[in-house]
DNA sequence: TAATACTGGATTAAAATAGTCCTGAATTGG
DNA sequence: CCAATTCAGGACTATTTTAATCCAGTATTA
């Protein structure tokens, strides 16, 4: 089982990328071929990241996308939460379609607690890190 | 996203169903009646689970299943394995077909951190604290 | 020996995920 | 102001995963 979904690893590259970029906009066809990323699905997921409000768009020649806050100020909770919505341990918490057994689940406070912990976890990770750490190393 | 798939959900609700049978041995159409589980299904989970070892099966009139070990003995990590594979942040930590970019991939430590937060957590829940969670409330 | 209940393979259905394509609109350098 | 560039967004297709079903067979026991 898979945590982070293909999309959201795209986003959190292209986003790593961004914050490591010194010329701040850089087009979708760079990032696609820097981190060899399907162009057409890195639009998508840029278009998602751009109505979240995490990057900025620009359009025409040498246009592109750019960070929209500061890379300290993005955490992986929201990128998470963008791309694939809140993570949740199973449908006793999701919203709507709610599992009709909830009332009587005497499980929910286990999958409440780790759902806290794994949404603290993400959200004490920021672009700023991830984008030293890709410094520090080799590649 | 969900972390706890429907077939783990069943199988747990099946485990903590025997944990608190006094019979012992239940069959699998028992359980899925009282347990709302489409019982073909719920065939395949418990087929899993006694191949597993989690389970001992008992065939013929009469028959059934029943826990193979004490419900404290069995942690919710160990049924999640079973049903669904090794919980993984992402294709980076998955066996054969591996993230291409493992070698250089500077993010590895961070999931590998979460990834123990995660096992870690739920490797310390028992059957036996979720059958005690329900006996305890209404339901 | 007949009813019960698990075994296991095959198959189907539905949903989620991943990826592609195409038309249009904004921007900008020449 | 025109042509190249680049994002926007809807529609569509493909693939994979998950969920569910069906059936023929075997073991057990009352």
Chains 1, 2 share one sequence.
Not at 46 to 56: H, I, P
Not at 57 to 73: I, K, M, N, T
Request: with cysteine; glycine share 8%; charged share 20%.
């Amino acid at each position: 089982m898979e945590l982070i979904r293909r999309n959201t690893e795209y986003a959190i590259r292209a986003l790593v990328h961004l914050a490591t970029s010194p010329e701040g906009v850089v087009s979708a066809g760079e990032i696609a071929r820097a981190q060899d990323i399907p162009i057409d699905f890195l639009q998508k997921v840029m278009q998602k990241l751009t109505r979240a409000g995490l990057v900025v768009s620009h359009r025409g020649v040498q246009g592109g996308f750019s960070l929209a806050r500061a890379p300290q100020e993005v955490n992986l909770l929201e990128v998470v939460t963008v791309m694939q919505g809140k993570p949740a341990v199973n449908r006793c918490f999701l919203g709507k379609d709610s599992c009709p057994r909830a009332p009587a689940c005497r499980l929910k406070n286990n999958w409440l607690a780790l759902e806290q912990k794994l949404a603290a976890f993400l959200a004490g990770v920021t672009l700023k890190e991830l984008a030293n750490q890709l410094k520090a190393g080799a590649s």
